[in-house]
Each structure stands twice: as structure tokens, then as C-alpha cells.
Nanobody
């Protein structure tokens, strides 16, 4: 059993920044999990944002829409993954979810086994 709790969402003007955090508890401390970030707007499918591997030499994936603006990182000692979001745009407005899966990172939401409750990010114009 793995529990994920997101935090750090809020309201920000276009061009601003936010850092999201996802704290993991449970068996992630003894298993090799990849972590991902997804986002969802009402009426739209959940969209991949970024992912990171468990390995010491991290494998990083980003959606084209956020590449160069967002940075995913992790602190294994704290079982926490972060999403630094810079140069935010109104189209980034969504509920952001963190997710976990065994071993390799993935861009596919259905491949993830555990999900947080989400944190709202709203970017005003």
C-alpha cells in the first residue's frame, strides 16, 4: 500500500511560479518506484506532465507542453517528488496529481498504480 499526498497548489498570475510536492508513504521506502505528475481539467482527459525514475542516474520525461518550463525532481530520503513550475500559462490551470508505479517511468496514466488526491493550480491571465 502506497499513499501519496500533494501540496503546493494555488493561484498565480501568468509568468509566475509554483512548486508542487508529493509526499509518499508506505512501501515506497523498500520498493523501486517511478513517480509521475499528471494534470486534468474538467471535461478533458488526464494529461501526462512529467516523470522520474527511481535509479541513481535519473531518467526524466516531460510533456512537450511543459518542457523547458517545468522540472521534476525527487528526494529519496524524504520519499518526496517535486514539480517546479516556472513561466506558468493560463492553459496550465488544472488539478495536478502525482502517481507512482514500479520500476520504469511512463507517460501513460493507466500504467500507474497509486495516485494522490490532487492539488489545484490556477493561472490567471
Amino acid at each position: 500500500q502506497v499513499q501519496l499526498v500533494e501540496s503546493g497548489g494555488g493561484l498565480v498570475q501568468a509568468g509566475g511560479s509554483l512548486r508542487l510536492s508529493c509526499a509518499a508513504s508506505g512501501r515506497t521506502s523498500s520498493r523501486n518506484y517511478a513517480m509521475g505528475w499528471f494534470r486534468q481539467t474538467p471535461g478533458k482527459e488526464r494529461e501526462f506532465v512529467a516523470a522520474i525514475s527511481w535509479s541513481r542516474d535519473s531518467t526524466l520525461y516531460y510533456a512537450d507542453s511543459v518542457k523547458g518550463r517545468f522540472t521534476i525532481s525527487r528526494d529519496n530520503a524524504k520519499n518526496t517528488v517535486y514539480l517546479q513550475m516556472n513561466s506558468l500559462k493560463p492553459e496550465d490551470t488544472a488539478v495536478y496529481y502525482c502517481a507512482a508505479r514500479l520500476l520504469a517511468p511512463s507517460r501513460v496514466d493507466a500504467s500507474y498504480d497509486y495516485w494522490g488526491q490532487g492539488t489545484q493550480v490556477t493561472v490567471s491571465s
